[in-house]
Each structure stands twice: as C-alpha cells, then as structure tokens.
C-alpha cells in the first residue's frame, strides 16, 4: 500500500505543478509577450538541484520495498542545521536571536 501510494503521490505531484504552471503562464501577459524567456527557463531547469540525478534518486527510494526514512543517516544534516539555527553553544545561531527576544 505503501509503494502504491509513493507512486500515486509522485504522479500527482508532477502533473498538478505541471498543471497549475501552464494555467500560471496562460493568465501571465508577460509570459505570452516573451515566450522565448519562458522557453529559456524551462531549459534552465533541467540545471536546478531539484532535478538533478542525485534529488530524483532520492526521492525514488520511497518507491522501493522495504525502505524506510530512518534507514538514512541523517545525523551530519541535523548537526550541521542545529549549529546554523541555535549556534555551536546554542547562543549564536541565527533562530537563538528570535527565540530570546
């Protein structure tokens, strides 16, 4: 159940932001005066960390059986944010500032 819906999920997410983008660029005049510059986005995305191979990957370990978030290490990843948002003595982090006023 599980891989049926990561896979569901997956269809409907690219469908849907595919979708709600055309109907985006379709009520945009600036977009219908300079279709070149959306074309030329469109060809920069395909550059963007968010379809690289590495993020696709990623996100297609949900789909295989038996995977479980917690089978990634993520223990570096919540240090290193732990020491951007609170600071490496929990004082000079950039959310310690927010929290203390």
């Not at 295989?64 to 004082?91: E, K, S, V």
Request: aromatic residues 10%.
């Amino acid at each position: 159940m599980r891989l049926t819906t990561m896979w569901i999920t997956h269809a409907l997410f690219v469908l849907e932001t595919g979708g709600w983008t055309l109907v985006s660029l379709a009520m945009d005049p600036d977009a219908r005066r300079h279709p070149m510059q959306v074309l030329r986005g469109f060809w920069r995305l395909r550059k963007s960390p968010f379809t690289s191979k590495r993020a696709v990957s990623q996100l297609m370990q949900y789909t295989h059986r038996g995977f479980h978030p917690n089978d990634r290490d993520t223990t570096t990843l919540i240090a290193d944010w732990r020491a951007r948002l609170f600071g490496a003595d929990g004082a000079d982090g950039t959310l310690s500032e927010l929290l203390a006023s």
